[in-house]
Protein backbone atom coordinates (compact mmCIF):
# COMPACT_ATOMS: atom_id res chain seq x y z
CA UNK A 1 0.00 0.00 0.00
CA UNK A 2 1.55 3.66 -0.94
CA UNK A 3 1.41 6.06 1.68
CA UNK A 4 0.74 9.78 0.67
CA UNK A 5 1.79 12.30 3.35
CA UNK A 6 -0.63 15.22 3.19
CA UNK A 7 0.49 17.02 5.88
CA UNK A 8 0.69 21.16 4.97
CA UNK A 9 4.41 21.92 4.51
CA UNK A 10 5.80 25.13 6.02
CA UNK A 11 6.68 27.93 3.69
CA UNK A 12 10.66 28.07 3.85
CA UNK A 13 10.42 31.79 2.46
CA UNK A 14 8.54 32.83 5.24
CA UNK A 15 10.93 34.77 7.81
CA UNK A 16 11.11 33.08 11.75
CA UNK A 17 11.19 35.50 14.47
CA UNK A 18 13.87 35.00 17.34
CA UNK A 19 10.54 34.55 19.97
CA UNK A 20 9.77 31.53 18.00
CA UNK A 21 13.23 29.84 17.63
CA UNK A 22 13.50 30.10 21.31
CA UNK A 23 9.95 28.48 22.66
CA UNK A 24 10.59 25.81 20.24
CA UNK A 25 13.99 24.99 22.06
CA UNK A 26 12.29 25.41 25.04
CA UNK A 27 9.76 22.98 24.19
CA UNK A 28 12.21 20.17 22.60
CA UNK A 29 14.07 20.46 25.65
CA UNK A 30 11.37 19.80 27.79
CA UNK A 31 9.66 17.00 25.95
CA UNK A 32 13.24 15.00 26.33
CA UNK A 33 13.43 15.83 30.12
CA UNK A 34 9.89 14.15 30.44
CA UNK A 35 11.13 11.10 28.58
CA UNK A 36 14.37 10.99 30.58
CA UNK A 37 11.96 11.51 33.86
CA UNK A 38 9.58 8.87 32.52
CA UNK A 39 12.34 6.00 32.40
CA UNK A 40 13.88 6.29 35.38
CA UNK A 41 10.67 6.17 37.05
CA UNK A 42 9.47 2.83 35.41
CA UNK A 43 6.74 4.45 33.11
CA UNK A 44 4.64 2.12 31.72
CA UNK A 45 6.21 2.09 27.94
CA UNK A 46 4.10 3.60 24.97
CA UNK A 47 3.32 3.41 21.30
CA UNK A 48 4.16 -0.10 20.07
CA UNK A 49 5.32 -1.84 22.74
CA UNK A 50 2.16 -1.14 25.13
CA UNK A 51 0.19 -1.94 21.57
CA UNK A 52 1.93 -5.62 21.58
CA UNK A 53 1.06 -5.86 25.63
CA UNK A 54 -2.92 -5.28 25.31
CA UNK A 55 -2.72 -7.51 22.50
CA UNK A 56 -1.29 -10.36 24.29
CA UNK A 57 -3.43 -9.39 27.12
CA UNK A 58 -6.91 -9.30 25.21
CA UNK A 59 -5.69 -12.28 23.61
CA UNK A 60 -5.42 -13.85 26.65
CA UNK A 61 -8.73 -12.79 28.25
CA UNK A 62 -10.42 -14.47 25.04
CA UNK A 63 -8.86 -17.42 25.37
CA UNK A 64 -9.75 -17.49 29.23
CA UNK A 65 -13.63 -17.27 28.30
CA UNK A 66 -13.11 -20.39 26.18
CA UNK A 67 -14.02 -24.31 26.97
CA UNK A 68 -11.84 -27.21 27.30
CA UNK A 69 -13.21 -28.56 23.88
CA UNK A 70 -12.31 -25.00 22.44
CA UNK A 71 -8.99 -24.48 23.82
CA UNK A 72 -8.09 -27.98 23.20
CA UNK A 73 -8.95 -27.57 19.59
CA UNK A 74 -7.20 -24.32 18.76
CA UNK A 75 -4.28 -26.09 20.41
CA UNK A 76 -4.48 -28.67 17.96
CA UNK A 77 -4.80 -26.38 15.08
CA UNK A 78 -1.83 -24.17 16.17
CA UNK A 79 0.17 -27.08 16.24
CA UNK A 80 -0.36 -28.97 13.18
CA UNK A 81 -1.17 -26.10 10.20
CA UNK A 82 2.55 -25.30 9.96
CA UNK A 83 2.89 -28.63 8.54
CA UNK A 84 -0.82 -28.87 5.93
CA UNK A 85 0.40 -27.21 2.74
CA UNK A 86 -1.57 -26.38 -0.25
CA UNK A 87 -0.25 -28.21 -3.99
CA UNK A 88 -0.66 -26.74 -7.08
CA UNK A 89 0.33 -28.32 -10.35
CA UNK A 90 1.68 -25.68 -13.04
CA UNK A 91 2.24 -26.34 -16.63
CA UNK A 92 6.04 -25.69 -17.41
CA UNK A 93 4.99 -24.02 -20.46
CA UNK A 94 3.83 -21.06 -18.36
CA UNK A 95 7.44 -20.20 -16.36
CA UNK A 96 7.47 -16.84 -16.20
CA UNK A 97 3.80 -16.03 -16.02
CA UNK A 98 1.79 -14.90 -12.65
CA UNK A 99 2.00 -18.09 -10.37
CA UNK A 100 -1.78 -18.32 -9.69
CA UNK A 101 -2.52 -17.15 -13.08
CA UNK A 102 -1.36 -20.65 -14.52
CA UNK A 103 -2.71 -22.81 -11.62
CA UNK A 104 -4.01 -26.23 -13.53
CA UNK A 105 -4.93 -28.24 -10.14
CA UNK A 106 -4.61 -28.19 -6.55
CA UNK A 107 -5.22 -29.98 -3.21
CA UNK A 108 -3.71 -30.21 0.00
CA UNK A 109 -1.06 -32.15 1.49
CA UNK A 110 1.20 -32.65 4.98
CA UNK A 111 5.09 -32.59 5.88
CA UNK A 112 5.85 -36.01 6.44
CA UNK A 113 9.60 -35.69 7.84
CA UNK A 114 11.83 -33.30 8.25
CA UNK A 115 14.12 -33.99 4.93
CA UNK A 116 11.47 -32.26 2.93
CA UNK A 117 9.05 -34.93 1.81
CA UNK A 118 5.22 -33.74 1.47
CA UNK A 119 2.08 -36.40 1.51
CA UNK A 120 -0.79 -36.19 -0.96
CA UNK A 121 -3.30 -37.89 -2.78
CA UNK A 122 -2.28 -39.09 -6.45
CA UNK A 123 -4.97 -37.57 -8.01
CA UNK A 124 -3.73 -34.18 -6.84
CA UNK A 125 -0.64 -34.33 -8.78
CA UNK A 126 -2.29 -37.14 -11.69
CA UNK A 127 -2.05 -33.93 -14.07
CA UNK A 128 1.81 -33.35 -13.17
CA UNK A 129 2.34 -37.17 -13.54
CA UNK A 130 0.79 -37.59 -16.42
CA UNK A 131 1.69 -34.00 -18.80
CA UNK A 132 4.88 -33.54 -16.87
CA UNK A 133 3.75 -30.56 -14.91
CA UNK A 134 5.72 -28.70 -12.28
CA UNK A 135 4.27 -29.43 -8.44
CA UNK A 136 4.36 -26.36 -5.90
CA UNK A 137 3.95 -26.33 -2.45
CA UNK A 138 2.90 -23.09 -0.07
CA UNK A 139 3.13 -23.27 4.08
CA UNK A 140 0.65 -21.34 5.71
CA UNK A 141 1.46 -17.75 5.85
CA UNK A 142 3.96 -17.99 3.40
CA UNK A 143 3.18 -16.68 0.06
CA UNK A 144 6.17 -17.74 -1.57
CA UNK A 145 5.58 -21.33 -4.04
CA UNK A 146 8.17 -24.09 -3.56
CA UNK A 147 9.19 -26.43 -6.11
CA UNK A 148 9.07 -30.05 -5.44
CA UNK A 149 9.55 -33.31 -7.07
CA UNK A 150 7.06 -36.46 -7.58
CA UNK A 151 9.26 -39.23 -6.09
CA UNK A 152 6.63 -41.87 -6.73
CA UNK A 153 3.45 -42.48 -6.88
CA UNK A 154 0.94 -45.24 -5.45
CA UNK A 155 -2.22 -44.66 -7.90
CA UNK A 156 -4.16 -48.10 -6.19
CA UNK A 157 -4.11 -46.29 -2.84
CA UNK A 158 -3.97 -42.91 -3.81
CA UNK A 159 -1.29 -41.60 -2.27
CA UNK A 160 2.09 -39.47 -3.75
CA UNK A 161 5.57 -38.45 -2.28
CA UNK A 162 6.65 -35.47 -3.19
CA UNK A 163 10.05 -33.88 -2.06
CA UNK A 164 10.79 -30.28 -1.88
CA UNK A 165 12.96 -28.92 -4.54
CA UNK A 166 13.04 -25.59 -2.67
CA UNK A 167 12.27 -24.91 1.37
CA UNK A 168 11.45 -22.49 3.15
CA UNK A 169 13.63 -20.76 6.29
CA UNK A 170 11.26 -21.95 9.01
CA UNK A 171 12.05 -25.25 10.00
CA UNK A 172 9.96 -27.88 9.15
CA UNK A 173 7.52 -29.53 11.25
CA UNK A 174 5.89 -32.95 10.20
CA UNK A 175 2.39 -34.36 11.07
CA UNK A 176 2.80 -36.60 14.48
CA UNK A 177 1.37 -40.42 12.98
CA UNK A 178 -0.75 -41.88 15.11
CA UNK A 179 -2.94 -45.15 14.63
CA UNK A 180 -6.29 -46.17 12.81
CA UNK A 181 -6.42 -49.79 13.19
CA UNK A 182 -7.70 -48.75 16.84
CA UNK A 183 -10.66 -46.07 15.70
CA UNK A 184 -13.37 -46.45 17.25
CA UNK A 185 -17.21 -44.52 16.03
CA UNK A 186 -17.75 -41.70 17.90
CA UNK A 187 -14.31 -40.13 18.09
CA UNK A 188 -13.78 -36.83 17.47
CA UNK A 189 -11.89 -35.50 14.06
CA UNK A 190 -10.40 -32.91 12.89
CA UNK A 191 -9.57 -31.79 9.15
CA UNK A 192 -7.04 -29.48 7.79
CA UNK A 193 -7.28 -28.29 4.18
CA UNK A 194 -7.22 -26.14 1.33
CA UNK A 195 -11.20 -26.43 -0.10
CA UNK A 196 -11.63 -24.13 -2.56
CA UNK A 197 -8.60 -22.54 -2.71
CA UNK A 198 -8.68 -21.28 1.22
CA UNK A 199 -5.86 -22.16 2.82
CA UNK A 200 -5.67 -23.16 6.29
CA UNK A 201 -9.20 -23.83 6.99
CA UNK A 202 -10.38 -26.37 9.75
CA UNK A 203 -13.26 -28.41 10.48
CA UNK A 204 -14.15 -31.06 12.88
CA UNK A 205 -16.54 -33.87 13.31
CA UNK A 206 -16.82 -37.75 14.24
CA UNK A 207 -15.66 -40.38 12.99
CA UNK A 208 -19.04 -41.80 11.63
CA UNK A 209 -18.18 -45.27 10.23
CA UNK A 210 -15.26 -47.89 9.88
CA UNK A 211 -13.53 -50.26 7.74
CA UNK A 212 -15.47 -48.68 4.20
CA UNK A 213 -14.58 -49.72 0.49
CA UNK A 214 -13.66 -46.80 -1.99
CA UNK A 215 -12.22 -46.91 -5.65
CA UNK A 216 -9.02 -45.24 -6.32
CA UNK A 217 -8.34 -43.70 -9.84
CA UNK A 218 -7.11 -46.83 -11.06
CA UNK A 219 -10.37 -48.59 -9.73
CA UNK A 220 -8.25 -50.29 -7.38
CA UNK A 221 -10.04 -51.47 -3.81
CA UNK A 222 -9.24 -49.47 -1.30
CA UNK A 223 -10.53 -50.64 1.80
CA UNK A 224 -10.78 -50.40 5.96
CA UNK A 225 -11.51 -46.93 4.84
CA UNK A 226 -12.04 -44.11 7.25
CA UNK A 227 -15.50 -42.42 7.07
CA UNK A 228 -16.30 -38.86 8.65
CA UNK A 229 -18.77 -36.20 8.85
CA UNK A 230 -16.07 -33.31 9.26
CA UNK A 231 -16.75 -30.89 5.79
CA UNK A 232 -13.94 -31.88 3.14
CA UNK A 233 -14.58 -30.14 0.38
CA UNK A 234 -12.78 -30.13 -3.36
CA UNK A 235 -9.64 -29.02 -2.14
CA UNK A 236 -9.23 -31.07 0.82
CA UNK A 237 -8.08 -34.15 -1.31
CA UNK A 238 -4.38 -34.66 0.19
CA UNK A 239 -4.97 -33.48 3.95
CA UNK A 240 -4.40 -34.55 6.90
CA UNK A 241 -7.53 -36.32 8.74
CA UNK A 242 -6.59 -35.99 12.87
CA UNK A 243 -7.53 -37.91 16.00
CA UNK A 244 -8.48 -35.25 19.07
CA UNK A 245 -4.65 -35.36 20.12
CA UNK A 246 -3.90 -34.17 16.24
CA UNK A 247 -2.53 -37.24 14.80
CA UNK A 248 -2.59 -38.39 11.62
CA UNK A 249 -4.98 -40.94 11.12
CA UNK A 250 -5.60 -41.05 7.55
CA UNK A 251 -5.38 -38.59 4.67
CA UNK A 252 -8.64 -37.28 3.24
CA UNK A 253 -8.94 -38.43 -0.11
CA UNK A 254 -13.15 -38.52 -1.24
CA UNK A 255 -16.57 -37.69 -0.78
CA UNK A 256 -20.20 -38.68 -1.57
CA UNK A 257 -21.86 -35.88 -3.38
CA UNK A 258 -24.65 -34.49 -5.56
CA UNK A 259 -23.62 -31.32 -5.56
CA UNK A 260 -19.66 -31.30 -5.75
CA UNK A 261 -19.82 -30.01 -2.58
CA UNK A 262 -19.78 -32.34 1.25
CA UNK A 263 -22.77 -33.19 2.09
CA UNK A 264 -21.09 -35.04 5.52
CA UNK A 265 -19.96 -38.35 3.85
CA UNK A 266 -15.99 -38.48 3.78
CA UNK A 267 -13.39 -40.98 3.08
CA UNK A 268 -9.82 -41.02 4.47
CA UNK A 269 -7.24 -43.67 3.63
CA UNK A 270 -6.46 -45.22 6.73
CA UNK A 271 -2.78 -44.14 7.86
CA UNK A 272 -1.78 -48.08 8.60
CA UNK A 273 -2.28 -48.44 4.85
CA UNK A 274 -0.39 -45.17 4.26
CA UNK A 275 2.38 -45.33 6.22
CA UNK A 276 4.10 -48.42 4.48
CA UNK A 277 3.77 -47.12 1.03
CA UNK A 278 5.58 -43.71 1.81
CA UNK A 279 8.22 -45.22 3.92
CA UNK A 280 8.82 -47.81 0.83
CA UNK A 281 8.84 -44.80 -1.37
CA UNK A 282 11.28 -42.65 0.87
CA UNK A 283 13.44 -45.51 1.14
CA UNK A 284 13.55 -46.90 -2.09
CA UNK A 285 12.01 -44.26 -4.77
CA UNK A 286 9.92 -47.34 -5.40
CA UNK A 287 6.37 -48.24 -4.48
CA UNK A 288 6.22 -52.67 -5.14
CA UNK A 289 2.94 -54.72 -5.23
CA UNK A 290 2.19 -58.05 -7.11
CA UNK A 291 0.81 -58.79 -10.51
CA UNK A 292 0.75 -60.95 -13.37
CA UNK A 293 3.19 -59.22 -16.03
CA UNK A 294 0.73 -58.11 -18.26
CA UNK A 295 -1.05 -54.76 -19.75
CA UNK A 296 -4.89 -55.52 -19.95
CA UNK A 297 -7.43 -54.69 -22.53
CA UNK A 298 -10.26 -51.91 -20.93
CA UNK A 299 -13.41 -53.57 -20.56
CA UNK A 300 -15.50 -50.94 -22.88
CA UNK A 301 -12.55 -52.72 -25.70
CA UNK A 302 -12.99 -56.45 -23.77
CA UNK A 303 -17.24 -55.67 -24.52
CA UNK A 304 -16.58 -54.90 -27.90
CA UNK A 305 -14.33 -57.58 -28.92
CA UNK A 306 -17.41 -59.87 -26.82
CA UNK A 307 -15.17 -61.41 -24.37
CA UNK A 308 -16.30 -63.16 -21.48
CA UNK A 309 -13.34 -62.64 -18.92
CA UNK A 310 -10.32 -60.07 -19.13
CA UNK A 311 -8.77 -60.18 -22.32
CA UNK A 312 -4.51 -59.80 -21.89
CA UNK A 313 -3.13 -57.42 -24.30
CA UNK A 314 0.06 -57.97 -23.65
CA UNK A 315 2.12 -60.46 -21.90
CA UNK A 316 5.33 -58.82 -20.76
CA UNK A 317 8.56 -60.72 -21.52
CA UNK A 318 10.25 -62.72 -18.85
CA UNK A 319 7.05 -62.03 -16.67
CA UNK A 320 5.27 -64.28 -14.76
CA UNK A 321 2.63 -64.58 -16.78
CA UNK A 322 5.29 -65.85 -19.83
CA UNK A 323 6.31 -68.16 -17.56
CA UNK A 324 2.42 -69.11 -16.88
CA UNK A 325 2.07 -69.49 -20.57
CA UNK A 326 -0.06 -66.98 -21.44
CA UNK A 327 0.23 -64.83 -24.47
CA UNK A 328 -0.29 -61.24 -25.94
CA UNK A 329 -3.03 -60.76 -28.19
CA UNK A 330 -2.81 -61.43 -32.05
CA UNK A 331 -4.63 -61.32 -35.12
CA UNK A 332 -4.75 -64.52 -37.32
CA UNK A 333 -4.23 -65.24 -41.04
CA UNK A 334 -8.32 -64.98 -41.36
CA UNK A 335 -8.19 -61.24 -39.74
CA UNK A 336 -10.09 -62.48 -36.29
CA UNK A 337 -8.06 -61.43 -33.35
CA UNK A 338 -6.76 -64.46 -30.76
CA UNK A 339 -7.00 -63.23 -27.10
CA UNK A 340 -6.24 -64.94 -24.02
CA UNK A 341 -9.51 -64.29 -21.80
CA UNK A 342 -8.86 -64.59 -17.95
CA UNK A 343 -12.03 -65.87 -16.09
CA UNK A 344 -11.21 -67.06 -12.73
CA UNK A 345 -8.74 -66.62 -10.29
CA UNK A 346 -8.33 -69.29 -7.72
CA UNK A 347 -12.40 -70.29 -8.92
CA UNK A 348 -13.37 -66.80 -8.31
CA UNK A 349 -15.47 -65.38 -11.78
CA UNK A 350 -13.23 -62.90 -13.39
CA UNK A 351 -15.67 -60.47 -15.62
CA UNK A 352 -13.76 -57.12 -15.28
CA UNK A 353 -10.96 -55.65 -14.78
CA UNK A 354 -11.83 -54.47 -10.75
CA UNK A 355 -12.65 -58.38 -10.10
CA UNK A 356 -9.07 -58.85 -11.31
CA UNK A 357 -7.96 -56.62 -8.95
CA UNK A 358 -10.14 -56.78 -6.03
CA UNK A 359 -8.71 -60.80 -6.36
CA UNK A 360 -5.37 -59.74 -6.16
CA UNK A 361 -5.51 -57.55 -3.74
CA UNK A 362 -3.92 -58.60 -0.45
CA UNK A 363 -1.96 -60.97 -2.10
CA UNK A 364 1.80 -61.16 -1.69
CA UNK A 365 4.56 -61.29 -4.40
CA UNK A 366 6.08 -65.12 -4.58
CA UNK A 367 2.48 -66.27 -3.86
CA UNK A 368 0.87 -68.80 -6.40
CA UNK A 369 -2.49 -68.55 -7.90
CA UNK A 370 -4.50 -70.75 -10.44
CA UNK A 371 -5.46 -68.90 -13.62
CA UNK A 372 -8.72 -70.53 -15.40
CA UNK A 373 -7.79 -68.93 -18.92
CA UNK A 374 -9.96 -69.13 -22.49
CA UNK A 375 -8.39 -69.22 -25.41
CA UNK A 376 -10.36 -69.46 -28.29
CA UNK A 377 -12.53 -72.50 -27.93
CA UNK A 378 -9.92 -73.76 -25.21
CA UNK A 379 -10.20 -73.57 -21.78
CA UNK A 380 -6.84 -74.50 -19.91
CA UNK A 381 -5.82 -73.82 -15.74
CA UNK A 382 -2.51 -72.48 -15.24
CA UNK A 383 -0.78 -71.78 -12.12
CA UNK A 384 1.20 -68.56 -11.56
CA UNK A 385 3.93 -67.05 -9.06
CA UNK A 386 3.04 -63.29 -8.88
CA UNK A 387 5.72 -61.11 -9.79
CA UNK A 388 7.01 -57.94 -7.91
CA UNK A 389 5.99 -54.82 -9.82
CA UNK A 390 7.07 -51.53 -9.66
CA UNK A 391 5.84 -48.02 -10.36
Given at each position: ????????????????????????????????????????????????????????????????????????????????????????????????????????????????????????????????????????????????????????????????????????????????????????????VYAIGNPFGLDQTLSSGLVSGLNREIRSVT?????????????????????????????????????????????????????????????????????????????????????????????????????AAQDAGLRSAEATRTGRVRIDEIVEINTRV??????????????????KITLKVRRGQELFETQLKLQALQN
Amino acid sequence: MRTIDISPRPDSSAPRSPFFTVAALAALFGFVGWRVASASSGAPPSGAASTAHASAASLAQRESDLNAAERATIDVFRRVSPAVVHVTNVPRAARGRSFDDVVSGSGSGFVWDTDGHVVTNYHVVQRSVERGDLVYVRFAGDESPYEARIVNVAPHRDIAVLKLVDRPQAPLTPVELGQSTNLLVGQHVYAIGNPFGLDQTLSSGLVSGLNREIRSVTQHKIDGVIQTDAAINPGNSGGPLLDSRGRLIGVNTAIITLSGADNGIGFAVPVDTVRPIVDEIVATGHVTRPGLGVELLGDFEASRLGLVGVGVAVVQAGSAAQDAGLRSAEATRTGRVRIDEIVEINTRVIRSRRDLFDALDGRAVGEKITLKVRRGQELFETQLKLQALQN
